[in-house]
C-alpha cells in the first residue's frame, strides 16, 4: 500500500521502521544538525515540512510555559514577602489601604497559582506530543530517504549496465582501430616495396605508419644531401 507522495502508508512506516528502532534513543531531529543535513541528499515532502513545523511550535510553546512558570513563581514569591509586613502592621494599625492592599495580593497570588496549574497541566502533556510528532517525523523520514535510496539504487545499476556496455562497444572500436591500423601499415609496406615511396607519396595517406613514415623522410634527406 503506497501513500499519495509514492512512499509507505503510516502502518506500513511503523512495521517496517519501528522495531529497527525500538531500542533506539532518536533525538528530537529538528534540533538535530545531522538531520538537517540529510536533506541536501534526500527530497524533503510536505509532510516532513508539517511535521516539522508541529514540533518546532511544540519545542516553542514547551520553552514559553517554561519560562513564564519561572516569572509567575517569582512574582507569587514577591506578593507572598510584601503580605509578611503588610499583616503585621496591619495588626498594630486598622489602615483601610493596606486591607485592600493585602487583598489585592492575594487575589493576585490566587491568580498565579491558577496561572501554574494550567501551565503544569500543559506541560505535562507536552512531551507525550512532542515524542509522538517525533516518531511520526521519524518515520516519514525513514521514508524520504528510503526512496531517495532506492532511486539512486536504481540510477546506480543503470549508469552501471550503460558504463559496462560502453566499455565493451569501446574494446570492440579499439580492437577494430587496431585491426585498420595493422592493414594500413601492411599495405603502405607492400606498396612501398612495389612501387617506391616517390609513387606512395602521391597517396593521401592520412595515417601512414609512423616508423615507416620516418624511414621514408630519412631516405628522402640522403639522398638530397647527396
Not at 532518536?26 to 534540533?31: E, F, G, S
Not at 532506492?150 to 552501471?160: A, P, R, T, V
Not at 582501430?177 to 595517406?205: C, P, S, W
Amino acid at each position: 500500500m503506497m501513500s499519495l507522495e509514492g512512499g509507505l502508508d503510516m502502518g506500513r512506516k511503523e512495521e517496517v521502521y519501528e522495531p529497527a528502532l525500538k531500542e533506539k534513543r532518536v533525538p528530537l531531529l529538528t534540533l538535530d544538525h545531522n538531520w538537517h543535513k540529510l536533506f541536501s541528499h534526500a527530497d524533503t515532502t510536505q509532510t516532513i515540512l508539517n511535521l516539522e513545523g508541529k514540533l518546532n511550535d511544540l519545542l516553542k510553546l514547551q520553552g514559553k510555559l517554561n519560562t513564564e512558570s519561572k516569572e509567575i513563581k517569582k512574582l507569587k514569591k514577591r506578593l507572598m514577602n510584601e503580605i509578611v509586613p503588610m499583616v503585621d502592621a496591619l495588626s498594630q494599625n486598622n489602615d483601610s489601604f493596606m486591607e485592600q492592599k493585602i487583598e489585592e495580593n492575594k487575589r493576585l497570588i490566587k491568580d498565579c497559582n491558577e496561572k501554574l496549574d494550567q501551565y503544569k497541566d500543559e506541560l505535562l502533556d507536552i512531551p507525550s506530543k512532542i515524542a509522538d510528532v517525533n516518531n511520526q517525523l521519524m518515520l516519514v523520514t525513514m521514508d524520504a530517504c528510503y526512496e531517495t535510496l532506492h532511486e539512486n539504487s536504481s540510477e546506480i545499476e543503470e549508469i552501471g549496465k550503460w558504463i559496462t556496455q560502453i566499455r565493451i562497444e569501446l574494446k570492440k572500436k579499439i580492437i577494430r582501430k587496431q585491426e585498420k591500423e595493422q592493414k594500413n601499415r601492411d599495405l603502405y609496406t607492400y606498396m612501398h616495396a612495389i612501387f617506391g615511396a616517390d609513387v606512395i607519396q602521391i597517396f593521401d595517406l592520412k595515417y601512414i605508419p609512423e616508423e615507416l613514415h620516418k624511414k621514408d623522410s630519412g631516405a628522402e634527406n640522403a639522398e638530397k644531401n647527396e
